[in-house]
Structures are given as structure tokens and as C-alpha cells.
């Protein structure tokens, strides 16, 4: 064991992703946003991945650089194969490699069963599962390629799949991101199965109600929001930030024997609250 890196593992005056290289997919908004931050704070360089709105982005890359990191805005689209290993290997003959993967990007195109149309079941499939097999994959060529580099990490990389609790709670209206959700989960074990003999730790991030764009309609009236709350025994609703420090800590040394596993930062909205009084 590398006694250098344990130690700074510990001193939590050093920052605990010090040097090291991240790309966020989907970062110029809500849970991206804020988790793109929270790792240039926490001393990586961060890329700033965005599909729609450029100034967006580069109020977040202005942010993390205060931190005293690097770090720059990059369009692309997660579904589009050409696009996603342009902006990996951008970010190596920029940054030099990579060292973390947040897999983000989203959306959601909500309807029921039959008003859903396939154009939207696509959609959302290929944003939310084939955009984080594709960001994944890239990322995972150049982890072997630089293998373990103990004075940065004790593994070769991470990877952290933004899941969600639909992962395992169904929802109705919502098939194509449910099954998009409990893909990425498969996606994200299977991965880290494969993975862990070359000292890969892939994991995910399974968010509870989080107060975004994506989801403002569950929480923009009153009304919404007490029906909200019945869900989220914690009495409150998530923030963005909420899951970032997760995010910060699952990709640091600190965690580095957790693999396969997804950590539900959700209020205990999986401890199925409705059991809380019945059942
Ligand atoms: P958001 O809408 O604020 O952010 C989604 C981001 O993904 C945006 O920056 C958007 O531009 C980007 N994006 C969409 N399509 C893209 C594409 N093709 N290529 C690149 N980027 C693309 O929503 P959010 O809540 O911050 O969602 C972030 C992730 O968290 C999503 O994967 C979402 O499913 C997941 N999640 C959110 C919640 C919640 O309550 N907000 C709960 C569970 C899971």
C-alpha cells in the first residue's frame, strides 16, 4: 500500500480529490451544476459538459476555476458516440486523462403508457442509459490505459452513474425513465463487476426528490409539495448539493472499497413510507 496517499487520505486538511480530473456530464444545471462545483472545491480540474446553453456552463467553469483549479465548458451530446469520445479525449490532450466520471446527463419525457410515442421512449433510453454506457466506455479506455497512479489515487478511476430511487421504485407515466433508471443500475453493476479486477470502482448515485428543473412540477405549488413530502420521511425536500458532497465523497480514496453499490441520497424515500403506519 502506498503509505503517501493513505496519509493525505487522512489529512483532511488536503483537499480530497487533489489533483485529480473529473468530467461531469450534463453540468450546467441543477445536480450536474452543483456536483461539478462541489468537485472543483474539493480540488479536481473539472470538465464541464453541456448539450444547450453556453453561458450556462461557463458561470459554472468561472466558479470552480475560483477554487484555483482548471477547468472549461464542452458541448456535447451524451447519445451521440462521435461527440462523447471527442470530449474524452479533448479532456486527455487538455487535462491529461481522466480520473472521474460523474455520468449525469438526463431528461425525462413523461406520458402513459399509451400516449407515450417512441420517439420519446428513444429519446430518453438513449440520453439516460446509452449516453452513460458511451461516456462510461471512453472513460474506461483511458483508466487502463494510465492504470493506478498511487500520488493521485488508489484506483485507476472512478465512474458514478446518476441513477435515481426509479431505479427500483416503479413509476407510473414514467416508462421510459424508470426503465432507462433500471437499466443504468445493470449498466452500472455489470461495470463494476467487470471492472474491479483492473482496480476500477464503479458505482452509483440513486437521488430521492431533489429540487431541479428536471422535477418542477412535484415541487412548484404548495399542493405539490405536501404530496411530495408524504414520500420523503426526512421532511424535506433534497438540494442539489445534497448530492454532490455524496458524489465528492463516493469518488474520493476515502471510499475506495466501495464498489457496485448505489448510495440512495433520498430522504429514505426507498424505505417505503407508506408501510410507516399500515401494512
Ligand atoms: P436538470 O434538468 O437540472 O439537469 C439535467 C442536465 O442534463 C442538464 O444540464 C441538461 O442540459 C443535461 N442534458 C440533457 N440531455 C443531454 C444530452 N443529450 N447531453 C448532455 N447533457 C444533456 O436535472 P437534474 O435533476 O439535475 O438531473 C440530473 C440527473 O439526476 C439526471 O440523470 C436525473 O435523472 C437524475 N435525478 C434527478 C432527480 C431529481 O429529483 N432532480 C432525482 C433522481 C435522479
Redo the contacts with the bound molecule.
Sequence with gaps: MNTSTRADRKDFSVPLLRGQRALV?????????ATAIALGRAGADVVV?????RP?AESVVKEIEGFGVRSYAHE?????EDQVVGMVSRMVDELGTIDILIA?????RDASLTDMSLDSWHKVI???LT?QFLCAREAVKEFLRRGVVPEVSRSAGKIIC?????QIIPWAGHVN?ASS?GGVQMLMATMAQELAPQKIRVNAI??????????RD?WETQQAEADLMTLIPYGRI?V?ED?ADAAVVLASDLLDYVIGTTLYVDGGMTLFPGFATGG
Design positions: 456530464t450534463g453540468a450546467n444545471s441543477g445536480i450536474g451544476k459538459n453541456y448539450v444547450a446553453d450556462a456535447a451530446d451524451v447519445s451521440q449525469n446527463a438526463g431528461l425525462q438513449e440520453v439516460n449516453g446518476m441513477s435515481s430511487v426509479h425513465y433508471k440513486g437521488p430521492g426528490a431533489i429540487k431541479t428543473p428536471i422535477n412535484a433534497g442539489p448530492v
